[in-house]
């Protein structure tokens, strides 16, 4: 059974940093494309980043580009996201999710999902 | 990086048919096989009801079908059941290599 798991969401200061973690299990880690996906509350759905199954790929929103970082090590079946300068409006539940295709085309598995707050 | 657009809210009587349209460009929709549709519960993640335009995964119920024409997916819903009440949300890739979704649907069953 794929199961995912995210971490390291919790309450930021306005220009702070945050790192997501996303543990995977139930499937082969590195033959998969994953997704970060963030929902504000009340809100919709923003995909938010993407990397390929080798992590030679990633791709990013335009709300996000520059500030985030997507990574994953394939050895401990974990997908990352680095947040920096990290603004109000990037306050949301981050869900990570695994995609049906080694680069990134359409989401199956999704995770709970971890919430960020940012707030001074 | 625009959203696709969908019907804020739909509705229908339990037995009936419903179908929630999701609208984009030939940038992504028209121009791609990768649409998904996903149902969400308050506070649960999100679900795949529908790849690849029409496929439904395991254990999905065959009530959910998904059809393309165009710019423009759609989701139906046969034999409304309570359970059926939920957010649904389209998505595609696009031709930027990145993924698209629709603002969602709320569907009510009456």
């Known amino acids: 059974e794929v199961h995912l798991l995210e971490s390291g969401g919790g309450l930021v200061q306005p220009g702070g940093s945050l790192r997501l973690s996303c543990a995977a299990s139930?499937?082969?880690?590195?033959?998969?494309?994953m997704n970060w996906v963030r929902q504000t509350p009340g809100k919709g759905l923003e995909w938010v980043s993407g990397?390929?199954?080798?992590?030679?790929?990633?791709y990013y929103a335009d709300s996000v580009k520059g500030r985030f970082t997507i990574s994953r090590d394939n050895s401990k079946k974990t997908l990352y996201l680095q947040m920096n300068s990290l603004r109000a409006e990037d306050t949301a539940v981050y869900y990570c999710?695994?995609?049906?295709?080694?680069?990134?085309?359409?989401?199956?598995?999704w995770g709970q999902g971890t919430l960020v707050t940012v707030s001074s | 990086q625009s959203a696709l657009t969908q019907p804020a809210s739909v509705s229908g009587s339990p037995g009936q048919s419903i179908t929630i349209s999701c609208t984009g460009t030939?940038?992504?929709?028209?121009?791609?096989?990768?649409v998904s549709w996903y149902q969400q519960y308050p506070g649960k993640a999100p679900k795949l009801m529908i790849s690849?335009?029409?496929n439904r995964p395991s254990g999905v119920s065959n009530r959910f079908s998904g059809s393309k024409s165009g710019n423009t997916a759609s989701l139906t819903i046969s034999g409304l059941q309570a359970e059926d009440e939920a957010d649904y949300y389209c998505?595609?890739?696009?031709?930027?290599?990145?993924?698209?979704f629709g603002g969602g649907t709320k569907l009510t069953v009456l």
């Open positions: 139930g499937f082969t880690f590195s033959s998969y494309a």
């Open positions: 030939s940038s992504d929709v028209g121009g791609y096989d990768y």
């Open positions: 999710a695994k995609d049906l295709y080694t680069f990134g085309r359409e989401a199956d598995y």
């Open positions: 690849g335009v029409s």
């Open positions: 998505s595609s890739y696009s031709s930027t290599s990145t993924l698209v």
């Open positions: 990397i390929s199954s080798s992590g030679d790929s990633t």
